[in-house]
């Protein structure tokens, strides 16, 4: 029996290799979702059309552009509006049979928690087997650090699974590749129209919610008892030079425009010699390596008329303190 409550939303963006095998995950759901919707960015009919053929329960929604991340996954909100819980993925992710049941309990269960998430595996066997052999599987993210210095990583990514993050808790931000959001704080967090800030197009969209939604007063949860597996395109610690430009330069933008919409006066000032210290050295690494990255600074100018307006929207309706919201830079 399907739950009522429930849609999954899947963002794809040319990934049709594995989109079958995320949609065959969700179909094996112990708690199945009553809607599954794919929203294919700058869709190819030829291609999307056998997996709908072949997933006939499945809502296909074909754009003609590409909305990026945060455009797609504002479609798919708004198309399940009436739905309490959206788990949204990523198409290169396989969920354990158990991963939405779980975390469906768990949001319900804890009132004022407005996200979670489970453990996310990297599904990549030849670097599970250089790293550690057959022992253990290789982590992907337990969710988001955040540093004072404003750096975000996935917790525990590259690292072993040998049960350093089995306990349930509370967590900066949850990684958006797998995550249950609650209806009721994505219409909480909601600024002119938009859950995620589409002005990020892609990438560390899934921070800025959650920090948003930590600044109005909501958590976000790990719970390691769903598992799924992901396939990432690039993992932390390997060539920069490798990672495709559009990604660094909207990772670079989207960076500086979180800090200008959620950042806390009284944060900066405790934390700005952290703060400046990596913007020197990004900005050095910058000069020296990857000039053509200039463009993501340069065109913050465009950005910051809406950044502050959202700025101003979000201080407004903040509930947290600061020291609140500052127990997560470590």
Same mark, same amino acid.
């Given at each position: 029996?399907?739950?009522?409550?429930?849609?999954?939303?899947?963002?794809?963006?040319?990934?049709?290799?594995?989109?079958?095998?995320?949609?065959?995950?969700?179909?094996?759901?112990?708690?199945?979702?009553?809607?599954?919707?794919?929203?294919?960015?700058?869709?190819?009919?030829?291609?999307?059309?056998?997996?709908?053929?072949?997933?006939?329960?499945?809502?296909?929604?074909?754009?003609?552009?590409?909305? %990026?991340?945060?455009?797609?996954?504002?479609?798919?909100?708004?198309?399940?509006?009436?739905?309490?819980?959206?788990?949204?993925?990523?198409?290169?992710?396989?969920?354990?049979?158990?991963?939405?049941?779980?975390?469906?309990?768990?949001?319900?269960?804890?009132?004022?928690?407005?996200?979670?998430? %489970?453990?996310?595996?990297?599904?990549?066997?030849?670097?599970?087997?250089?790293?550690?052999?057959?022992?253990?599987?290789?982590?992907?993210?337990? %969710?988001?650090?955040?540093?004072?210095?404003?750096?975000?990583?996935?917790?525990?990514?590259?690292?072993?699974?040998?049960?350093?993050?089995?306990?349930?808790?509370?967590?900066?931000?949850?990684?958006?590749?797998?995550?249950?959001?609650?209806?009721?704080?994505?219409?909480?967090?909601?600024?002119?129209?938009?859950?995620?800030?589409?002005?990020?197009?892609?990438?560390?969209?899934?921070?800025?919610?959650?920090?948003?939604?930590?600044?109005?007063?909501?958590?976000?949860?790990?719970?390691?008892?769903?598992?799924?597996?992901?396939?990432?395109?690039?993992?932390?610690?390997?060539?920069?030079?490798?990672?495709?430009?559009?990604?660094?330069?909207?990772?670079?933008?989207?960076?500086?425009?979180?800090?200008?919409?959620?950042?806390?006066?009284?944060?900066?000032?405790?934390?700005?010699?952290?703060?400046?210290?990596?913007?020197?050295?990004?900005?050095?690494?910058?000069?020296?390596?990857?000039?053509?990255?200039?463009?993501?600074?340069?065109?913050?100018?465009?950005?910051?008329?809406?950044?502050?307006?959202?700025?101003?929207?979000?201080?407004?309706?903040?509930?947290?303190?600061?020291?609140?919201? %500052?127990?997560?830079?470590?």
């Amino acid at each position: 029996m399907t739950d009522p409550r429930v849609a999954v939303g899947i963002v794809n963006y040319g990934d049709y290799r594995h989109l079958p095998a995320c949609l065959d995950s969700v179909k094996r759901q112990t708690l199945p979702p009553e809607r599954i919707i794919v929203l294919d960015n700058h869709s190819y009919a030829d291609k999307i059309g056998p997996i709908g053929r072949a997933y006939p329960g499945v809502q296909i929604l074909s754009m003609q552009d590409n909305l %990026g991340y945060g455009g797609g996954a504002n479609h798919i909100i708004r198309e399940a509006d009436r739905h309490e819980d959206i788990l949204l993925l990523n198409p290169d992710v396989v969920l354990d049979h158990r991963y939405l049941e779980e975390l469906v309990r768990v949001i319900e269960s804890t009132p004022g928690a407005g996200v979670t998430g %489970g453990k996310l595996l990297l599904d990549d066997s030849p670097v599970a087997s250089e790293l550690c052999g057959d022992a253990s599987p290789i982590l992907d993210s337990t %969710g988001h650090v955040i540093f004072r210095t404003r750096r975000v990583i996935d917790r525990g990514h590259g690292e072993p699974d040998v049960d350093q993050y089995d306990r349930p808790e509370e967590i900066f931000s949850v990684c958006g590749a797998a995550v249950l959001y609650r209806r009721s704080m994505l219409e909480d967090v909601r600024i002119d129209g938009e859950y995620f800030d589409e002005d990020f197009f892609a990438y560390k969209e899934d921070i800025d919610i959650c920090w948003r939604a930590q600044l109005f007063g909501w958590t976000a949860l790990y719970h390691p008892a769903a598992t799924a597996r992901h396939l990432r395109g690039w993992r932390r610690g390997e060539n920069r030079r490798r990672v495709p430009w559009l990604r660094k330069y909207h990772s670079l933008k989207n960076h500086y425009l979180m800090m200008i919409k959620n950042e806390l006066p009284a944060l900066l000032r405790r934390d700005c010699l952290s703060i400046l210290g990596l913007g020197v050295c990004a900005m050095a690494y910058v000069s020296l390596a990857e000039p053509a990255l200039w463009r993501s600074v340069l065109d913050l100018k465009q950005y910051w008329p809406r950044a502050r307006h959202k700025r101003d929207i979000i201080m407004a309706r903040r509930r947290a303190s600061s020291d609140q919201i %500052g127990r997560w830079f470590v």
